[in-house]
């Protein structure tokens, strides 16, 4: 019986879609994800201004990028942003979606407004923020709150926190909305069991939340990290990488260099940067998130 | 022991009474405090937009933030509307449109060639689109503005559409793939022995049973390009090609300091997907979460 299930895998199935049926999506993805990469590579190793052709440089754009002082602020930058970003949004994230799998009624009417902010693309709630943050105009303008009365955007000491916390402000629902679909699957038998167990709240949600969402921890993770390697919109509405360079991280770095600078060999190098520190921790934290486990779950069966 | 055996059976009687949440028997006071401060967090910057859209420019500056406004108005939004609003949204519904039906399209034909014919190009394309899942689109935007200029299509919908098309469907191939798997192939063998061509089998097979995953995937990919800003912004220049999110930008360099018109831009743009929203909630929010929320 065994073996003649494995031979039956094992032979040509007797019908089956032509293989041409991927030619379309391989040829989109490949000639506007690709072949681009293949051409960043390319074009960084070279000096050029957009127009003409290209000068071989060598290896120049990239010493450039290792000891120019203005690219390695930006490379600081952005992983302080990576980090502050999974700092302050995983924990509200990941308690907001355990409060959130419960079902009672008044937590489905706040996980209604909770999600509104998903609604809002990048550019509405940039310029949104830059008009309520206005220090003569925004919501805090009146000084009624002197603590919140301040120059959010302007000032190069604030700037960097306050994008931060818009990006969080954007990114939170998101993420909770994970979260929630992690703790619903959690079974119900072990919080009965953990209970008469007499495992108080806190040691539950150390003890079985928290071990029981680790796909859902490492997918959210992952989404975050590559998100703060690529957030653009934002930082680019609300302050241009500016005041100064306060918040030019490394795409709005990549992005001036190459369409207001016209360098676009060192932008090049920039992008090729980002490319492979993206797909680095994607591929690294994939091997052990949600993916790669459906992936295998499907090779099994 | 007959301490526990007398908590034991209390337990089981809160279970017995409230079979969904056993242990919700005292108050979750850190859950409902953090709770309410995100209320508040996420409730009053949408509060203040929608307010002050309302407002006249003269009682923006008097009325209290949080007030409500003391003369009403809707000028603001037809101020908006008046400049050109119509026409960006419809630019932004098209883009829209098209890309999402091209990754649909795309990905569903591709999907189903990788789900039942894992070999060969098949095979390849799935590995090279697993790999895509990872490239970050800003990284190509230098090559891919080159590319369009090239193809003489800069400053056209079409140079937006085909580049965000491109992007949406390693995320779409890799949903539909997952789906189409567990679809039993003898299904497709019976077809095929009843005379169908593969071409019917997929159609009148596949396709019906796929349904959910592919409004999973339309409602995922549509919102990613519907909300697109950096495509827009590098491969389009002329106002009669921007798109929505583009043209808050704009709307906040012609309106500048008159915050309620800017903020009634941003409330108008924000209208399409909440209407979605009010529509089919629980489909949109399945949607947005797309593969990951497995």
Redesign the interface.
């Known amino acids: 019986m065994t073996v003649l299930a494995t031979k039956r895998a094992e032979a040509k199935p007797r019908f089956g879609p032509p293989a041409s049926l991927s030619v379309p999506a391989l040829a989109l993805f490949g000639f506007f994800a690709i072949v681009p990469l293949i051409i960043a590579l390319g074009l960084s190793f070279t000096r050029w201004n957009g127009l003409g052709s290209p000068e071989w440089v060598g290896f120049d754009n990239w010493v450039t990028i290792f000891s120019d002082p203005a690219i390695a602020h930006s490379i600081w930058l952005t992983l302080g942003l990576m980090i502050l970003s999974w700092v302050i949004q995983t924990p509200i994230a990941m308690l907001l979606g355990v409060f959130l799998a419960g079902h009672e009624r008044y937590r489905e009417i706040l996980a209604v407004i909770y999600f509104v902010p998903l609604l809002l693309s990048s550019a509405a709630i940039a310029i949104a923020f830059r008009n309520l943050l206005d220090p003569n105009f925004g919501l805090f303008a009146s000084g009624a709150i002197p603590f919140l009365d301040q120059n959010w955007l302007g000032d190069p000491d604030l700037a960097f926190i306050t994008v931060t916390l818009i990006i969080a402000w954007q990114f939170i629902p998101f993420h909770t909305l994970l979260y929630q679909g992690g703790a619903r699957q959690i079974s119900q038998s072990m919080y009965e069991a953990a209970a008469l167990d007499g495992a108080g709240r806190v040691r539950q949600f150390f003890s079985i939340t928290v071990p029981q969402m680790k796909y859902t921890i490492v997918t959210s993770s992952m989404l975050m990290m590559v998100g703060a390697l690529t957030y653009f919109d934002v930082i680019w509405i609300l302050t241009q990488g500016g005041p100064g360079d306060a918040t030019r991280i490394l795409p709005l770095a990549m992005y001036q260099t190459g369409f207001v600078a016209n360098q676009m060999g060192l932008a090049s190098a920039i992008a090729i940067v980002l490319a492979v520190v993206g797909m680095t921790i994607s591929l690294t934290i994939t091997r052990l998130s949600g993916f790669s486990r459906m992936e295998s779950q499907m090779e099994g069966e | 022991m007959a301490d526990t055996r007398t908590?034991?059976s209390s337990?089981i009687k809160v279970?017995r009474s409230q079979p969904?949440?056993?242990?919700?028997k005292?108050l979750?006071v850190?859950?409902g405090v953090?709770?309410f401060v995100?209320?508040a967090?996420?409730?009053?910057?949408?509060y203040?937009?929608v307010i002050?859209s309302f407002r006249t420019q003269a009682t923006?500056?008097t009325d209290?933030?949080?007030a409500l406004p003391s003369d009403p108005t809707l000028d603001n939004y037809q101020l908006v509307l008046e400049n050109d609003f119509w026409r960006y949204l419809a630019n932004s519904a098209i883009v829209t449109i098209v890309a999402t039906v091209?990754i649909v399209?795309?990905?569903f034909?591709?999907a189903?060639?990788?789900a039942?014919?894992g070999?060969?190009?098949?095979k390849?394309?799935?590995s090279?689109?697993?790999?895509?899942?990872?490239?970050?689109?800003?990284?190509?935007?230098?090559?891919?503005?080159?590319?369009i200029v090239e193809m003489g299509l800069y400053d056209t919908l079409i140079a937006v559409i085909?580049?965000s098309?491109?992007?949406g469907?390693?995320i779409a191939?890799?949903i539909l793939v997952?789906f189409l798997?567990d679809i039993p192939?003898s299904l497709?063998?019976a077809a095929?022995l009843d005379g169908a061509s593969?071409w019917r089998?997929?159609l009148t097979v596949a396709l019906p049973l796929a349904r959910p995953a592919l409004a999973t995937v339309a409602i995922y990919s549509g919102l990613n390009v519907?909300?697109g800003?950096?495509f827009p912004l590098?491969l389009t220049q002329s106002e009669d090609k921007r798109v929505?999110?583009?043209a808050?930008?704009t709307?906040?360099g012609l309106f500048t300091?008159n915050?309620p018109a800017?903020?009634a831009?941003?409330v108008l743009?924000?209208l399409p997907?909440?209407a979605l929203?009010i529509l089919g909630?629980r489909q949109l929010?399945a949607g947005?979460?797309a593969?990951?929320?497995?």
């Open positions: 908590k034991k337990t279970i969904a949440r056993p242990s919700k005292r979750n850190a859950g953090l709770s995100w209320l967090v996420v409730a009053v910057p949408l203040w937009l002050t923006f500056f209290k933030p949080l091209l399209a795309c990905a034909l591709a189903y060639a990788i039942r014919n070999r060969g190009v098949s390849a394309t799935f090279v689109l697993l790999l895509g899942l990872a490239i970050p689109l800003q990284a190509t935007i230098i090559p891919v503005y080159l590319l085909l580049p098309a491109a992007f469907l390693p191939v890799l997952n798997r192939p497709f063998e095929r593969e089998a997929m519907w909300n800003f950096l590098i929505l999110p583009l808050l930008t709307y906040q300091i915050v800017v903020v831009a941003v743009s924000s997907v909440i929203y909630r929010l947005m979460t593969g990951f929320g497995k």
